[in-house]
């Protein structure tokens, strides 16, 4: 941020429900805390790692979340068990690879 010439502390926050009602951006190593936020709507998995990708498709189910699947790794491991979790949810998810 600071080569942006944006001010860290006025455009940053570590609170997600600050972010949410400010539009503030939250970095957070805190993934499943992020997908359970309330408000949240679509959850967007590019991390590359299948373990964290069928994770955070299976938590994006349990909190009602829509989940755009940009991991072929986590998709291709895990086609079945994500998709199966995610309808029963009433979440959608859809391939960001195609």
């Known amino acids: 941020m600071i080569d942006t010439g944006w001010d860290a502390d ?3 926050t570590t609170d997600l429900g600050e972010a949410m009602n400010t539009g503030k951006t939250c970095l957070t190593e805190d993934s499943a805390a992020l997908i ?3 408000g949240l709507d679509v959850v967007i998995d590019a991390t ?3 373990a964290a990708g069928i ?3 299976l938590l ?3 909190n009602g ?3 755009v699947m ?3 790794e986590a998709d291709v491991l895990g086609r079945r068990l994500p998709r199966a979790g995610i309808r029963q949810g009433g979440s959608g998810l859809f391939d ?3």
Request: charge should be neutral; proline fraction near 8%.
């Open 70 to 72: 940009v991991n072929v």
């Open 48 to 50: 590359g790692s299948p």
């Open 60 to 62: 994006a189910a349990e």
């Open 55 to 57: 994770r955070h498709a």
């Open 10 to 12: 006025a455009a940053t």
């Open 65 to 67: 979340c829509h989940m």
């Open 36 to 38: 359970a936020t309330p």
């Open 96 to 98: 960001g690879l195609w």
